[in-house]
């Protein structure tokens, strides 16, 4: 499979996530660190929260058999993560 047909899988993933919540798109990290931090007393940011989850995938990738799904999830969440990046970069502007 081509670089490029995972990142177009990621990014129909990413879409049908959300059309599997009836939500116009994915976007539950936020409410997802929001509750590990009340419940930790950490502070992890929304674009943390992508990137540990991107961590896993990795992590995931390097035990048993090869899966796909490892990569397709893994650039979703880099680039879900790096949306969140961008909303601090284009403040800065």
Do not use: P
């Not at 047909?5 to 994915?26: M, P, V």
């Not at 992508?50 to 995938?57: D, I």
């Not at 799904?69 to 879900?80: C, E, K, Q, T």
């Amino acid at each position: 499979m081509k670089a490029t047909e995972i990142l177009k899988q990621a990014s129909d993933c990413i879409g049908d996530r959300a059309s599997e919540r009836d939500q116009e798109q994915e976007r539950s990290m936020a409410r997802t660190v929001n509750t590990f931090n009340a419940l930790t007393g950490h502070n992890l940011s929304e674009k943390e929260g992508w990137m540990f989850m991107a961590c896993l995938k990795m992590a995931r990738s390097m035990q048993g058999s090869e899966k796909i799904d490892d990569y397709v999830d893994g650039s979703a969440y880099i680039a879900l993560a790096g949306e969140c990046a961008t909303r601090f970069i284009d403040k800065e502007k």
